[in-house]
């Protein structure tokens, strides 16, 4: 297993919005601050569960500022640079580098179904671009394409600052490749929490993770004990966890950890159309599931 650079528990934080649909750049200053007081190691802002398809550009700028301003340097903070045309993907990874974030991540791209020759291209022109890591991001259920084991591999072997790979494919023979064939020094993290105990068993390092935003301090205690040996710990974490980890995409992500936050106490606004609020019986089935959990009083 590979020593982890920024951690083993990052969060792909929300994006909170006001009532009026706008940024909530306190709300989400806080929010970081609380991820970090309950185990979050580092932040990942404006991915897929921060609304990145419907945040713009400018307002992206403001959100990494406001994070960067509330962490104050006391974790790393990285912000989802890429989009689906490599040229808007550099030029925005540019101008994102020079608010002194710590590291960029940059999705599949999506829609326009490149071959694996061009996300070589993609992913090699976005880490010439910057001068920070860069962490690639394959999620075939919504990039439709997959990022194959011997692309990421060749991206790694020939980009000193292509560092790590998120891996929510659920491929667990990919991401084993993966893992096998990497450099030394190069991570393979989870990008859904319910794989995170096997891939971690295959030697991934940690989590980008949105159950940590109402279960850091539990994930915090199931990675630290898989990555001593513990395996009995970590395992019992994670079977009291996997509900939890089941009911936050029983709709499209981020609805159900919004709607999560809310429940704790800690409300940061609905999503974003097309996205929706959470209905009153997934509300009801959430609410359930975290009281069993011991989530909720």
């Not at 692309?151 to 790590?164: G, K, S, W, Y």
């Not at 994670?238 to 995409?249: C, G, T, V, Y």
């Not at 429940?263 to 509300?283: E, H, K, M, N, S």
Request: proline share 6%; charged share 20%; with cysteine.
């Amino acid at each position: 297993m590979a020593e982890p650079r920024f951690g083993r528990l990052l969060t792909a934080m929300v994006t909170p919005f006001t009532p009026e649909g706008e940024l909530d750049l306190p709300r989400a200053q806080e929010l970081a601050l609380r991820l970090l007081d309950q185990g979050t190691e580092a932040l990942v802002v404006c991915g897929t569960t921060g609304e990145s398809p419907t945040v713009f550009y400018d307002d992206k700028l403001r959100l990494f500022e406001a994070v960067l301003e509330a962490v104050n340097g006391a974790a790393p903070v990285i912000a989802n640079a890429g989009d689906n045309c490599t040229d808007d993907s550099v030029e925005f990874a540019q101008q994102v580098v020079k608010l002194g974030v710590d590291a960029v991540m940059a999705v599949v791209p999506y829609y326009n179904k490149p071959p694996q020759e061009g996300l070589y291209r993609h992913f090699g022109a976005i880490a010439n671009a910057v001068d920070v890591p860069v962490i690639m991001y394959n999620i075939p259920g919504r990039s439709v394409i997959n990022l194959e084991a011997a692309t990421a591999l060749r991206l790694a072997a020939d980009f000193e600052n292509i560092v790590a790979v998120k891996e929510a494919s659920s491929n667990l023979t990919q991401i084993a490749s993966i893992i096998d064939g990497s450099p030394v020094g190069f991570e393979v993290l989870s990008g859904n929490d319910e794989d995170t105990l096997p891939m971690m068993g295959l030697g991934a390092t940690g989590v980008i993770s949105v159950a940590s935003h109402v279960a850091g301090p539990q994930l915090s205690e199931m990675l630290t004990a898989q990555a001593l040996g513990d395996h009995t710990r970590a395992l019992k974490i994670h079977l009291e966890l996997m509900p939890l980890f089941k009911a936050l995409f029983m709709t499209a992500n981020p609805i159900m950890v919004k709607k999560a936050l809310e429940l704790v106490g800690f409300a940061v606004g609905d999503c974003r159309l097309p996205l929706i609020p959470a209905t009153d019986a997934q509300t009801a089935e959430l609410s359930r599931i975290m009281q069993h959990s011991g989530l909720l009083a």
